[in-house]
């Protein structure tokens, strides 16, 4: 790839595979794929979702709630989750099998209790920074490739926060898996597609190319 491109891990943690508290249909599948990708890529940053134990999109600090029910947020709807990556805990490390010694570096999202963090870039509440946008900046990238979980949601706004950024943003999609809760695929499509994000595939830079053959998000 270009020295001028960015691969991001999102969220690739034992707690979105099967078997972990939220997991995601064959979410660990991204992994050999992602690892793949690896040697391609001077640049490499990962997220982790970080959350403290009360935080309060857990649909257990909600009495009379379910998981995937919807609340008002001061900062908008949130969708409530099981429990899930729970700082220092087993089901927030990333996947045993996941390479991430080349990483330049980690951002960890969701520690406010009081927020939730999808996007790698911006809090939900749509102001606060992760620093993602400044570290790239600081590396002159023009490309974001993103891959991990989930498609419909961290990938999907970390995608759209990358083109509010200003950065060129190609999601992999055979790197990602959805969450796939009631229209919410459909509705990360077309906030990529208005965003101007690219939905291709790894087989789409395996080439060797300047860039992905894929088109916007459809």
């Not at 974001?144 to 995608?159: I, K, M, N, R, T």
Request: proline residues 8%; aromatic residues 6%.
């Amino acid at each position: 790839m270009e020295p001028h491109d960015l691969l991001l891990i999102v969220d690739v943690q034992n707690d979105f595979c099967p078997g972990g508290n939220l997991p995601v249909a064959d979410g660990d599948q991204v992994v050999p794929v992602i690892n793949g990708l690896l040697p391609r890529f001077r640049h490499v940053v990962l997220t982790q979702d970080w959350h403290p134990a009360d935080h309060a999109s857990f649909a257990s600090r909600h009495p009379g709630k379910a998981p995937y029910e919807a609340v008002q947020m001061p900062y908008g709807e949130q969708t409530l989750w099981p429990d899930h990556c729970v700082q220092g805990s087993d089901g927030a490390a990333f996947h045993p099998d996941l390479e991430t010694d080349g990483a330049l570096a980690v951002i960890r999202k969701g520690m406010n209790p009081a927020i939730d963090s999808y996007s790698a870039f911006t809090e939900n509440d749509r102001s606060t920074p992760t620093g993602l946008g400044g570290l790239l900046r600081a590396l002159d990238i023009r490309r974001v490739f993103l891959a991990g979980l989930a498609f419909d949601f961290c990938v999907g706004w970390s995608a759209t926060d990358a083109r509010t950024h200003g950065f060129e943003a190609i999601v992999l999609e055979d790197a990602t898996r959805p969450v796939d809760l009631p229209g919410t695929v459909a509705a990360a499509r077309a906030a990529m597609l208005d965003a101007g994000v690219v939905v291709s595939t790894s087989h789409d830079i395996a080439g060797g190319g300047s860039g992905p053959t894929g088109q916007p998000a459809r």
